[in-house]
Nanobody, 124 residues
């Protein structure tokens, strides 16, 4: 059974940093591209960053380029999002998910391929 579990969300002041983790189990992790998505109340879900199965290709939303870094540790079946220079507009629930297409940041739809989310709040 596919399982993804996010952790690392917290409340932080603007300009601060957080590192989110996504632990995977129940499937061959390094066969799949994965990514981070976020949703704030009243807003549509948006892709944040995606990474290919091998880690050699990444894609970022324009709003986070230069501030966020996605990475993965296939041996440990874990994916990360390092978030620096956080802004209030980064406040959202962050989800990890299996990804169909890194270039377009298109995730799988089924809930089995998503984590439960972790809350990031950026405020002064």
């Amino acid at each position: 059974q596919f399982q993804l579990m996010e952790s690392g969300g917290d409340s932080v002041q603007p300009g601060g940093s957080l590192r989110l983790s996504c632990a995977a189990s129940g499937f061959t992790f390094d066969y799949y591209a994965v990514g981070w998505f976020r949703q704030a109340p009243g807003k549509e879900r948006e892709g944040v960053a995606c990474i290919s199965s091998s880690g050699d290709m990444t894609n970022y939303a324009d709003s986070v380029k230069g501030r966020f870094t996605i990475s993965r540790d296939n041996a440990g079946s874990t994916m990360y999002l390092q978030m620096n220079s956080l802004k209030p507009e980064d406040t959202a629930t962050y989800y990890c998910a299996l990804v169909l297409d890194v270039a377009t940041m298109s995730p799988f739809d089924a809930s089995n391929y998503w984590g439960q989310g972790t809350q990031v709040t950026v405020s002064s």
